[in-house]
């Protein structure tokens, strides 16, 4: 199975990634993760993405499309995959669906979770994250065990530099710009489902299972 997360930045596009993942046994491929395990690892990617992801702007579509068609030849891409945070242009999902017609394939799924800026905003500033296993937790509804440490790690919890309220707002300007048109784009294709991106963690999750089950 192959699905697309579409959202604003923020939306729990990678808490439901990794779920549906873990669910299908299929990885969860999140260009965002990528370039902060570039970032971390001090690549030469890694340097040229920093320079637009700290400015809440998005890395040019020719560096994201090279790592993501490198991503997809690993092995374990054969039965699917869900990608989170990719594509965000049109450039990008015109791309994307090309090389998977090179092989009769295509996207199955895009689905949209959908949630208001000002929700965004006020859970943006409350995430925490863990840098070096990538997983997200929240000051009030998705705390960690320990205060301020990751769960699964025991790396410590940070805000990330574009989680803060400056960038936020600047991501979802990008968002509304730059990759909302997609919406369009996989509704003219007949594939767009919309998830309630608001509530419970469960019941989105339980909403996108239906989808995917139906
Ligand atoms: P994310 O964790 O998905 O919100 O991504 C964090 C940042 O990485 C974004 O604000 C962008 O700067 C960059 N990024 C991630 N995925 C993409 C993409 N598909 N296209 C362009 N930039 C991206």
């Given at each position: 199975m192959k699905l697309v997360l579409l959202g604003a930045p923020g939306a729990g596009k990678g808490t439901q990634a990794k779920r549906i993942a873990e669910n299908y046994n299929i990885p969860h491929i999140s260009t965002g993760d990528i370039f902060r395990e570039n970032i971390k690892n001090n690549t030469e990617l890694g340097q040229k993405a920093k320079a637009y992801m700290d400015q809440g702007l998005l890395v040019p579509d020719e560096l994201v499309l090279e790592l993501i068609m490198e991503r997809f030849k690993a092995p374990d891409c054969k039965n699917g995959y869900v990608l989170d945070g990719f594509p965000r242009t049109i450039p990008q999902a015109k791309a994307l669906d090309e090389a998977l017609e090179k092989n009769n394939d295509r996207i199955e799924y895009a689905i949209n979770v959908d949630v208001d800026d000002d929700v965004i905003i006020n859970r943006m500033s409350g995430r925490r994250a863990c840098l070096n296993c990538g997983r997200t937790y929240h000051v009030k509804t998705l705390r960690p065990?320990?205060?301020?440490?990751?769960?699964?790690?025991n790396s410590k919890l940070v805000l990330r530099d574009d989680d803060k309220p400056e960038t936020v707002k600047k991501r979802l300007d990008v968002y509304h710009k730059q990759t909302q048109p997609l919406l369009d784009y996989y509704n003219e294709k007949g594939i767009l489902h919309n998830v309630d991106?608001?509530?419970?963690i469960d019941r989105i999750y339980n909403d996108i299972i239906n989808i995917l089950k139906a």
């Open positions: 065990k320990v205060e301020d440490t990751c769960d699964y790690c991106g608001t509530g419970e």
